[in-house]
Each structure stands twice: as structure tokens, then as C-alpha cells.
């Protein structure tokens, strides 16, 4: 009998050495399994299907801080990261972008967006960047804020798929000039320091993220908050800055893109352990529309 019993154990356990792991994969909206998997994308995801700009609309036909009951599904091009790519997956698993209709004229905010088939992000490469052409499902609201500023905008969505996806474009930065500062330079400063520093800097960087304001808030106020780097790994956030020593006002959207090399004059904040610089503008940039 325990001969029969030996024989047994060793042919289960010669089949088992044979069998190769098949890895789990998740089931739409499930992010249980194994985290390598590729997720199932869902071929059709329900909601109406409508334009930017009719999205914006409608958000603006809402009550103060009134959502839609229904799901909306909207093609756009990407024209804005609030949420900087290097945070996924350490500190954020969502994203924030401003999403518009080609054009750039105006952008819808979409908020709390996560990843194909409602799952977390995983990895940094997988945040749209600036141009890149997706689809995204979510709920329409019209959040005011306590000044009364009204942001149309899609909260709680997934993105439901990626049509196009626009490469990081980050290739180097140059060495920064005689009196000016690196971006990690910057960054060094910002441990030493509570609160903003009474300094003005020149912090050479590449434009690695660009939060785009609405149509309005450009033409009201001017100015952008983007990041900037000078490695590729770490980054500072440019805090609503203008440009040129007069402090003029950014007109185009064009005027500010990732990739630009610029040259910074600002004093630095240490906002949270984040180095923010702030009080300044952008002096240079490689960008010909600046």
C-alpha cells in the first residue's frame, strides 16, 4: 500500500513541475489579482457620447455644485496634468488632466480619473501626457468654489481607452549658465529653508508637466503652473508664473508646452517639503511662440 502511495506523490509531483503559473488576470473594475496582469479592456463602455465643449455646457446649465444623474463619454486630446506623472504610483493612484476638443480653445477638468477598466494607476508611463488623444467616461458637475469661481468639470471617471499616446519628451537639460541655479540645485535649497526663501533665483529646468488653466483664467490672470526638471527624475512646481522681467500675462496656450527649456527667476517656496517656485516669472524659453 505505501508502495502505491510513493508512486502516487511522485507522479502528482512531476506533473506539478511541469505545469508553468498561469498569472490572474482582473476582471473589469477588479484590481485584486495579480498586479502584473494586463487588464481586460471593456469593449464598450455605456455612457452618452458627446463633444468637450457640449460637456462644458452642459456643466454650466447645472445648479452650484450640482452632478449629473447620467455617465458621459468623451473624445479629447489631453491639453493638461495637474497631477504630475512621477507621483504615480508613489503618492497618487488617480490623475487629474484637462481635457479639450483638438483645439485648445477651452478645457473640461477631469478629476479623480483612474485607469482603463476603473482600475488604479500603476505606473508613470501610464498617465497620458500632454497630447495625447483618449477617451473618458465620468460624471459632469459644476463645482464653485467659496469665491464664487465656477470649473466645469468630470469627476470619478476611468479613462476607457487611449487612442494616442504622446511619448515622455524629456532628452536632457542644459548645464545651467553662470549665476543660475539646476532644478535638484532648487530642490537642495528647499530642505534648508521654512517657508519662502527672501532670494531670488534663476533655476535653469525642462518643462515636464503643464497645468492648463481655463480659457477664462488665461485671459483674466495669464499665468501657468507647470513643472520643471533637469534630470528626469526629480522636479520642482512652478507656481502661477507669467513671463518676462514685466510680468505679462501668457495669451496662447502655445506659449508654454512640455519640453521647453526655460529659465526661471523666482524665489522658492518650501510648500509641504515640495519646492515651489513662486513671486516670479519665466525670464527665457526655447519655445518660439513665447
Known sequence: MKKYLVSLLAIVVIALSGCKETPAINAPGDNSKNLDSIPVMIADTNGIEISVDSAIAICNMLPDNGTTAEVYKLTGMVVGNTTHPYEVPYTRRDINISLSDNNAVTCLACYYIKNINNIS???????????????????????????????PELKN???????????????????????????????????????????????????????????????????????????????????????????????????????????????????????????????ESSNPNF
Open 121 to 151: 494607476f500603476r505606473k508613470s508611463e501610464e498617465v497620458p501626457l500632454t497630447g495625447s488623444k483618449v477617451v473618458v467616461c465620468g460624471v459632469l458637475t459644476k463645482y464653485v468654489s467659496g469665491s464664487g469661481k465656477v470649473t
Open 157 to 283: 471617471g476611468f479613462i476607457v481607452r487611449v487612442d494616442s499616446m504622446v511619448a515622455p519628451s524629456f532628452k536632457g537639460c542644459p548645464e545651467p549658465n553662470e549665476g543660475e541655479i539646476s532644478v535638484n540645485k532648487a530642490i537642495e535649497i528647499t530642505q534648508t529653508i521654512t517657508g519662502t526663501s527672501a532670494t531670488t533665483y534663476s533655476i535653469r529646468g525642462v518643462v515636464v508637466t503643464a497645468d492648463m488653466p481655463s480659457a477664462s483664467d488665461l485671459l483674466n490672470y495669464g499665468n501657468y503652473t507647470f513643472s520643471i526638471t533637469s534630470d528626469g527624475k526629480k522636479y520642482a512646481t512652478c507656481y502661477q508664473l507669467k513671463k518676462g522681467k514685466n510680468n505679462e500675462p501668457f495669451s496662447a496656450y502655445n506659449q508654454l508646452q512640455i519640453g521647453d527649456t526655460v529659465l526661471v527667476k523666482a524665489q522658492i517656496q518650501n510648500y509641504h517639503g515640495i519646492c515651489e517656485p513662486t513671486n516670479g516669472y519665466v525670464a
